[in-house]
T-cell receptor, first 111, second 115 residues
Framework: LAKTTQPISMDSYEGQEVNITCSHN???????ITWYQQFPSQGPRFIIQ???TKVTNEVASLFIPADRKSSTLSLPRVSLSDTAVYYC????????????FGSGTRLQVQP | GAGVSQSPSNKVTEKGKDVELRCDPI?????LYWYRQRLGQGLEFLIY????????KSGLPSDRFSAERTGESVSTLTIQRTQQEDSAVYLC?????????????FGPGTRLLVL
């Protein structure tokens, strides 16, 4: 089971790019890297997932170096509505204990 | 289409009482998960169902916790003799259950308060 480490909190301002890095030194060959977003009083919501290199969708980009021991979630031009907790998960993605959610990174976006 | 639904949305109970929490997964999703989230904390895995396979109960914190799932539909999480430490949000998620790395879709959760 790959453990993840990410900053407890981050602050930013509207319009800035935010990069949240997650460490997962013990990632296994079959593991994917998945990021979820959770707003207060809601369940987590999938943001992006990758295995290696770079993945981009309409919400974010995910950068994964060749050794896959870390990953960086990049949110371009954040707005107030991006204030949430962001979780980095590593695992095979079929449930079980593989998807262990840590405490996440609490992002606060200021006007 | 309809997402994952959970009921009740809020539950207040007295210490020592039993509670049942319900989860309706997305139709066609064979995998179903229960998580617990204490205030200000991350999600804690409880139990996982995949089709007709034996569930993975390794995350259940004590024998007061149990869960059932009928086929590939509704699941019920039961907490017997509730304790104040059981107060948390209980989240259910479902996924297709077919491939590695697939997305889990979460319900809104049930907020349980044990007095």
């Amino acid at each position: 089971l790959a453990k993840t480490t990410q900053p407890i909190s981050m602050d930013s301002y509207e319009g800035q790019e935010v990069n949240i890095t997650c460490s997962h030194n013990n990632i296994a060959t079959n593991d994917y890297i998945t990021w979820y977003q959770q707003f207060p009083s809601q369940g987590p919501r999938f943001i992006i997932q990758g295995y290696k290199t770079k993945v981009t969708n309409e919400v974010a980009s995910l950068f994964i170096p060749a050794d896959r021991k870390s990953s960086t979630l990049s949110l371009p031009r954040v707005s107030l509505s991006d204030t949430a907790v962001y979780y980095c998960l590593v695992g095979e993605g079929t449930g079980r204990r593989a998807l262990t959610f840590g405490s996440g990174t609490r992002l606060q976006v200021q006007p | 289409g309809a997402g994952v639904s959970q009921s009740p949305s809020n539950k207040v109970t007295e210490k020592g009482k039993d509670v049942e929490l319900r989860c309706d997964p997305i139709s066609g999703h064979t995998a179903l998960y229960w998580y617990r989230q204490r205030l200000g904390q991350g999600l804690e895995f409880l139990i996982y169902f995949q089709g007709n396979s034996a569930p993975d109960k390794s995350g259940l914190p004590s024998d007061r916790f149990s869960a059932e799932r009928t086929g590939e539909s509704v699941s019920t999480l039961t907490i017997q003799r509730t304790q104040q430490e059981d107060s948390a949000v209980y989240l259910c998620a479902s996924s297709l259950g077919r491939v590695n790395g697939e997305t889990q879709y979460f319900g809104p959760g049930t907020r349980l308060l044990v007095l």
